[in-house]
């Protein structure tokens, strides 16, 4: 018998690192107050009073010191887990995910592997400051050697980080701050692992193909729900590797597709999968594929967000621009 949990997203993760952290002793935890202050979002809250600081590593406000750091764990055997306090700051730490986190497996030929899960909160939603509410999801994406994962709910939350853990390769766990506490769901309470490149068909339906993931995935399945509109929601859960198969499937079902993201529309993961869908399934479609994004502009103040991130308004607009055409 599975026992339960009700758990939010940070909960969830919390219980995901304890398990990893009792699991394998060269998991370390670092970054900018995750030990003391357990995280600016409390994430690993209590984890320094059960593993010690040596486990648990208060670092520098230094985000490439972090970054490479970890490299050189993983290079000498551990498996670290890195916080970016804000996904916005890991720009500063971009050169050593990209020039060597990314290329190691590569560069020695499969000899060196870098295994290292390397969490971040992103995008808006809750009124922080302007490198507090990034989405840099497709960035990362074009980095070849780099997995990219963003869950939207507890449950995926807690699995995909579990899986994470048992994987060889640098991965970026993005955890979508605006889900951190909005809503609890019914979770296992031990180890179990939610598949990375694999998406969920988080509802099922004959008109369209919505695709989605993070922040967005819950507000397109409310506003399905709310206007009874017959729809294949596709929660993406990895950005990288994505779920092409999933995704081509669904469509060709259904014939239309709308991809719904907080990021910036230009050059984004919708247009991505709008050029995919393009490419293998042109045929199939009965109007042309449509996206739903953020302004390709930077992010607002915080006074000014809810003009910049879709709303459940902006979806159903484009899902009857979409049926119509």
Same mark, same amino acid.
Not at 41 to 58: A, E, H, M, N, S
Not at 89 to 104: E, N, P, W
């Given at each position: 018998?599975?026992?339960?949990m009700?758990?939010?997203?940070v909960?969830?993760?919390?219980?995901?690192?304890?398990?990893?952290?009792n699991?394998s002793?060269?998991?370390?935890v670092?970054?900018?107050?995750?030990?003391?202050?357990?995280?600016?979002?409390r994430?690993?809250?209590g984890?320094i009073k059960?593993?010690?600081?040596?486990?648990?590593?208060?670092?520098?406000?230094?985000?490439?010191?972090i970054?490479?750091?970890?490299?050189?764990?993983?290079i000498?055997?551990?498996?670290?887990?890195?916080?970016?306090?804000?996904?916005? $700051?890991?720009y500063?730490?971009?050169?050593?995910l990209?020039?060597h986190?990314?290329? !190691?497996?590569?560069?020695?030929?499969?000899?060196?592997q870098i295994?290292? #899960?390397?969490?971040?909160?992103?995008?808006?939603?809750?009124?922080?400051?302007?490198h507090?509410?990034e989405?840099?999801?497709?960035?990362?994406?074009?980095?070849g050697?780099l997995i990219v994962v963003?869950p939207?709910?507890p449950?995926?939350a807690?699995g995909?980080l579990?899986?994470?853990a048992?994987?060889?390769?640098?991965?970026? $766990?993005?955890?979508?701050t605006k889900l951190?506490r909005? $809503?609890?769901?019914e979770?296992?309470?031990?180890?179990y692992?939610?598949?990375?490149?694999?998406?969920?068909?988080?509802?099922?339906?004959?008109?369209?193909?919505?695709?989605?993931?993070?922040t967005?995935?819950?507000?397109v399945?409310?506003? #399905?729900?709310e206007?009874?509109?017959?729809?294949?929601?596709?929660?993406?859960?990895t950005i990288?590797?994505?779920?092409?198969?999933?995704i081509l499937?669904?469509?060709?079902k259904t014939?239309?597709?709308l991809i719904?993201?907080e990021?910036?529309?230009?050059?984004?993961?919708?247009?991505?999968i709008?050029?995919?869908?393009?490419?293998k399934c042109? !045929?199939d479609?009965?109007?042309p594929?449509?996206?739903?994004?953020g302004?390709s502009f930077?992010?607002p $103040?915080?006074?000014?967000e809810? !003009?910049?991130v879709?709303?459940?308004n902006k979806?159903l607009?484009?899902?009857?621009?979409?049926?119509?055409?």
């Amino acid at each position: 018998m599975v026992n339960l949990m009700l758990a939010n997203m940070v909960t969830a993760l919390n219980n995901a690192l304890d398990l990893c952290l009792n699991e394998s002793s060269d998991i370390i935890v670092l970054g900018e107050d995750v030990g003391k202050d357990g995280g600016v979002f409390r994430v690993t809250d209590g984890l320094i009073k059960k593993y010690g600081p040596d486990r648990i590593v208060d670092t520098p406000l230094a985000e490439s010191s972090i970054i490479g750091t970890s490299i050189g764990m993983a290079i000498a055997g551990m498996h670290p887990f890195p916080e970016i306090q804000f996904g916005g $700051f890991s720009y500063i730490g971009f050169d050593q995910l990209a020039a060597h986190a990314a290329r !190691y497996r590569s560069r020695t030929m499969g000899n060196i592997q870098i295994p290292m #899960v390397v969490r971040m909160p992103v995008s808006g939603g809750v009124r922080t400051l302007e490198h507090h509410s990034e989405s840099p999801e497709a960035l990362f994406s074009h980095i070849g050697g780099l997995i990219v994962v963003e869950p939207s709910t507890p449950y995926d939350a807690k699995g995909l980080l579990i899986k994470a853990a048992h994987s060889k390769d640098p991965i970026l $766990f993005l955890e979508p701050t605006k889900l951190y506490r909005l $809503f609890k769901q019914e979770i296992p309470d031990g180890m179990y692992e939610v598949p990375i490149g694999k998406a969920n068909l988080a509802k099922e339906g004959d008109d369209l193909t919505i695709i989605t993931y993070g922040t967005m995935a819950r507000e397109v399945q409310k506003t #399905v729900e709310e206007n009874n509109i017959s729809a294949d929601v596709l929660d993406l859960r990895t950005i990288n590797p994505i779920d092409e198969s999933a995704i081509l499937k669904s469509v060709k079902k259904t014939g239309r597709a709308l991809i719904v993201h907080e990021a910036s529309l230009s050059f984004g993961v919708g247009a991505e999968i709008s050029a995919r869908i393009g490419e293998k399934c042109l !045929y199939d479609l009965k109007s042309p594929v449509m996206r739903v994004g953020g302004f390709s502009f930077p992010y607002p $103040f915080s006074g000014d967000e809810d !003009y910049w991130v879709p709303n459940r308004n902006k979806v159903l607009y484009y899902i009857k621009k979409l049926m119509d055409s």
